[in-house]
Structure formats: structure tokens, C-alpha cells
């Protein structure tokens, strides 16, 4: 089984900063990594596929970058929407993994 | 547009079979590329992936349910199913379905771009 690792595991923040989530594979994984944000109460939503793909509609201020193990979420101007949990997602082997999420909170 | 929508008992008891409903309109399982994942979540803790089934009826399940799991499809009524055998509380959670589209440019891809709104489930003696 290929373990995501998420880190850092919450992180707080100000509206306007520049946030960096990473998501490391325990093996290669190549592009198959896939971004989700969840609010509270609501259920997960497509951020970023294929590493760097950014989904219909996302706003181009959420970045994705990586290839092999190392991924990279990145927030360029946060904003108050953006407060939620992150997960990344493999599906380059089976079972399909999570990580265990960040969470970005305000200062 | 595409919807989804999860249905389960809400609450049963240890070594009971669970027995999901996901339905689901916008796409067609028939499809070539599309897919639905079952994923869950138990309250406060993160994502766990659960099985896939696809237009063709390929199957892939999460091994670490050991051979608990089965999942289905019901083409003609827009439906895809999830059983889950002898539970336990550690199977209390949120269980989601997803749509999976299989999508190619040059370079395969799997997104999980629909979510229904989730069905809770507590396993509860």
C-alpha cells in the first residue's frame, strides 16, 4: 500500500498569505496524485488532478505541482473561502490512498 | 449536470450487513471511462477509500476490508451499490459515493470530479 503523508497536519493563516500544503508518497507515484478540499459539513471537492491540472471552475490562485513522491499544493492569496481541510489523493496503485489532510485555520 | 446521492440503513448493529444505495443522474454507468467510487470518512477523521466499480464492470476493492466488501452496478436505473459484511463501530462513518471519470489527453488521469452529500452510518448495539 503507497501511504500519503501530509504535512504539516494543520496550519494557521492570514487572509492574503501564500500557503504551501505537501503531500509525500511513500513510493513513486508519478503524476497520479489528485488535490480534494473539504469545508465543515460539506463533502469533498476536485481541486487539482494529474498533479498540476487544476478542475472546471477552480480558481487558478490554487496550484498544483510534483512528480514521483513529492507534491505540492499551493494557495498564491488566500482566502476566507479557502479555509477547509486539504487531502491528497493517489491512484497509481491499488488500494487508492489519502493522506491524512491539512488543515488550514485563521491566525 | 451531474448528482449523486447516498442511501443506507443509518443505524445497525455489529456483525449486520450494510447496504448502500448510490443514485445518480447526469452520467451513465454504461459509459465508456466513467466509474463510481465508494469512499468514507468516519466524524472528525479523514478519508478512506473504499472500492471502485467501472462501465465495464471491472472491480477494485481496498484490501484492508478483507474480502468484506462487494460492489455493484444497476445500469438501466442509474444505480451503484456497496455491501459491507459483519460490521463493526469501526465502521461508523459518512459513506460517500463519487463519480470517476477515466479520462485521457496523452496521459491517463482518474478524477473523482462529483461527490454525493453523504450517508452516516453508526454501528451501534
Known amino acids: 500500500e503507497t501511504v500519503m503523508t501530509q504535512s504539516p497536519t494543520s496550519m494557521s493563516t492570514s487572509i492574503g498569505e501564500r500557503v504551501t500544503l505537501n503531500c509525500k508518497a511513500s513510493q513513486s507515484v508519478g503524476i497520479n496524485v489528485d488535490w480534494y478540499q473539504q469545508t465543515p459539513g460539506q463533502s469533498p471537492k476536485l481541486l487539482i488532478y494529474?498533479?498540476?491540472n487544476r478542475h472546471t471552475g477552480v480558481p487558478d490562485r490554487f496550484t498544483g505541482s510534483g512528480f514521483g513522491r513529492d507534491f505540492t499544493l499551493t494557495i498564491s492569496n488566500m482566502e476566507a473561502e479557502d479555509l477547509a481541510v486539504y487531502y491528497c489523493l493517489q491512484y497509481g496503485s491499488i488500494p487508492w490512498t489519502f493522506g491524512g489532510g491539512t488543515k488550514l485555520e485563521l491566525k | 449536470q451531474v448528482t449523486l446521492k447516498e442511501s443506507g440503513p443509518g443505524i445497525l448493529q455489529p456483525s449486520q450487513t450494510l447496504s448502500l444505495t448510490c443514485t445518480f443522474s447526469g452520467f451513465s454507468l454504461s459509459t465508456y471511462g466513467m466509474g463510481v467510487g465508494w469512499i468514507r470518512q468516519p466524524s472528525g477523521k479523514g478519508l478512506e477509500w473504499l472500492a471502485n466499480i467501472w462501465w465495464d464492470d471491472d472491480k477494485y476493492y481496498n484490501p484492508s476490508l478483507k474480502n468484506r466488501l462487494t460492489i455493484s452496478k444497476d445500469t438501466s436505473n442509474n444505480q451503484a451499490f456497496l455491501k459491507i459484511t459483519n460490521v463493526d463501530t469501526a465502521d461508523t462513518a459518512t459513506y460517500y459515493c463519487?463519480?470517476?471519470?477515466?479520462?485521457?489527453?496523452?496521459?491517463?488521469?482518474?478524477?473523482?470530479?462529483?461527490w454525493g452529500q453523504g450517508a452516516s452510518v453508526t454501528v451501534s448495539s
Open positions: 463519487a463519480r470517476i471519470v477515466d479520462y485521457y489527453d496523452g496521459r491517463r488521469y482518474y478524477v473523482m470530479d462529483a
Open positions: 494529474g498533479a498540476s
